[in-house]
């Protein structure tokens, strides 16, 4: 397959995983939830790793990581919580704010400036936000800002959407020293570690066995294994920016899951905002 066939299939699984999870935390509590998305995903790569390689890692990777962790568990804790409490399609076109945190961040960290078409698929971004909640404007022209704020789910999402936006440059450094592959192994393996005692700590044998017979929670480990696995074909294929501006698709099929699995109102105007804002990530990322 090429890059564009793995891409995109990262940005399914993705919007999958998401289904099977919210499916799961009707009956699963969200810190085992997370817990299981990577403890069914790494037997999928982590064999794939080029262990070898590990011993050689200098100190400043395992920096990095330690700065990584507690954002990157503070997410997955709030991004389980928010598709558990709110609609999934008006939820994870959040995430499509990554690209807008990431300039700023990287404009700080790193003194990265967008050009025109940067600040252009920002506002595209901005507008397909607005235009989630569009129909609330008739209340309003700023009825729609509102509707994020009161919304919890929403709000906890545009939190994941900033947090991402660090853990994407302090990950890309690590990738860079360790290599995805071994990169992706590893933190796998130490984000599972600090999980499981706050998964077994908030669940019982009884809880844990009843999760484990959850279909929905079977397989959103191997879906998001297999995400994981894509997303690794694709970026070693192409510049990453290309990769990632395809995997944010993942937004417009969590919309079509919305409506189409759980039966979410107002598609309309979210698949709208959604491909707006589907085209801002374009313009910041690929022009």
């Given amino acids: 397959m090429n890059w564009f066939t793995y891409a995109l299939l990262c940005a399914l699984l993705l919007a999958t995983a998401d289904v099977c999870a919210k499916k799961a935390l009707g ?13 069914c995903a790494a037997p999928l790569f982590v064999p794939l790793a080029p262990w070898r390689e590990a011993a050689g890692l ?13 954002f990157e568990i503070t997410a997955i804790y709030l991004y389980n919580r928010a598709i558990k409490i709110a609609d999934l399609s008006i939820t994870a ?44 404007s008739k209340r309003g022209l700023l009825a729609p800002v509102a509707a994020i704020a009161r919304n919890p789910g929403s ?16 990950g890309k450094m690590a990738a860079q020293i360790a ?22 700590r908030t669940t019982n044998a009884a809880a844990l066995k009843q999760a484990f017979r959850n279909p929905w929670f079977l ?8 995400m994981m696995l894509a997303h690794l074909n694709a ?35 979210r698949i709208s905002g959604g491909l707006v804002m589907v085209a801002g990530i374009l313009c ?4």
């Fill in 93 to 136: 076109p959040f995430l499509g704010l990554t690209p807008l945190f990431l300039a700023a961040t990287a404009f700080i960290v790193l003194g990265e400036r967008l050009s025109f078409s940067g600040l252009a698929g920002i506002m595209l971004v901005v507008a397909g936000t607005y235009l989630l909640n569009v129909s609330r």
């Fill in 235 to 269: 970026i070693v294929l192409v510049e990453a920016s290309y990769m990632i501006a395809v995997k944010r698709c993942s937004l417009l099929f969590a919309i079509m899951y919305g409506r189409l699995i759980f039966k979410e109102q107002g598609f309309g105007e």
């Fill in 219 to 226: 397989l959103l480990g191997p879906c998001y294994g297999l």
């Fill in 179 to 200: 290599g995805p592959l071994l990169f992706a192994a590893l933190y796998s393996i130490v984000v599972l570690f600090l999980l499981t005692p706050a998964a077994l």
């Fill in 284 to 287: 910041i990322t690929l022009l």
């Fill in 27 to 39: 009956r699963v509590d969200e810190y085992l939830v997370a817990w299981g998305r990577l403890v």
């Fill in 58 to 70: 200098p100190a400043r990777f395992w920096l990095i990581v330690l700065i990584l962790l507690p």
């Fill in 155 to 170: 709000r906890l999402m545009v939190i994941v959407a900033l947090l991402y936006s660090i853990t994407a440059l302090l």
